[in-house]
């Protein structure tokens, strides 16, 4: 079952704008990553925060976490059409082992 | 190699026939997950190893499908007695962490089912 809730299912914006996308998950996490899929198959790990911090930069990205709401949000900011692709929250959470699981996934359109 | 490596990158097979999908780790990384991702849909979790202790099955679909991991590194995904539904792309990840933090990624095997 999946464990996180991104929404919206798709976003198109214009180049130079911000982009937010939320994830919603369900069960205490250990932490949150964020992770892009361009067409093709792999994905790529963009940044991570910790289920005791609040809010975490990486050039453009800035991710904030609310584990009382059990959410989190990627801001994309000056978005640029290279941004266009899939983005995907992952938690990692104890089973015994720690299992990272990942939501839907926001389908990002950026217009140049 | 540098990164997760996965064989063959695609493969149809008939239905009923079993297929086994390889996947070669980054050297040294502890933790191993298979993924499977339907066409335009999330990452549907199957199964996930951690060093020698025993893998967390609970998400393979049915008992058709098995993993195993040897020597704690190349992993086997075996699909037996292969259905339509099984058709997708299967994503192995590999990471160093103990807490499930930056999976790496590879380019995945595309199953068709016909």
């Known amino acids: 079952s999946q464990q996180g809730e991104e929404d919206p299912q798709a976003l198109s914006i214009q180049e130079g704008e911000n982009a937010t996308m939320n994830c919603s998950y369900k069960?205490?996490?250990?932490?949150l990553q964020w992770y892009r899929q361009n067409s093709g198959r792999g994905l790529v790990h963009l940044i991570l925060?910790?289920?005791?911090?609040r809010e975490k930069h990486s050039g453009r990205l800035r991710v904030t976490l609310d584990t009382s709401k059990k959410s989190s949000s990627l801001l994309i900011t000056a978005s640029r059409a290279a941004d266009t692709a899939s983005y995907f929250c992952?938690?990692?959470?104890?089973?015994?082992?720690?299992?990272?699981?990942f939501g839907a996934g926001t389908r990002l359109f950026v217009k140049a | 190699g540098a990164g997760v490596s996965q064989s063959p990158s695609n493969k149809v097979t008939e239905k009923g026939k079993d297929v086994e999908l390889r996947c070669d780790p980054i050297?040294?990384?502890?933790?191993l997950y298979w993924y499977r991702q339907s066409l335009g849909q999330g990452l549907e979790f199957l199964i996930y190893?951690?060093?020698?202790?025993?893998?967390?099955k609970s998400g393979l679909p049915s008992d058709r499908f098995s993993a195993e991991r040897t020597g704690g590194s190349v992993s086997t995904l075996t699909i037996q007695r292969t259905q339509q539904e099984d058709s997708a792309v299967y994503l192995c990840?590999?990471?160093?962490?103990?807490?499930?933090?930056?999976?790496?990624f590879g380019s995945g095997t595309q199953l068709s089912v016909l």
């Open positions: 925060i910790r289920s005791n911090e």
């Open positions: 990840a590999s990471s160093l962490s103990r807490q499930g933090e930056k999976l790496f």
């Open positions: 050297s040294g990384h502890t933790a």
């Open positions: 190893f951690q060093g020698n202790s025993a893998p967390d």
């Open positions: 992952a938690t990692a959470y104890s089973t015994g082992g720690f299992k990272t699981i």
């Open positions: 069960t205490s996490i250990n932490n």
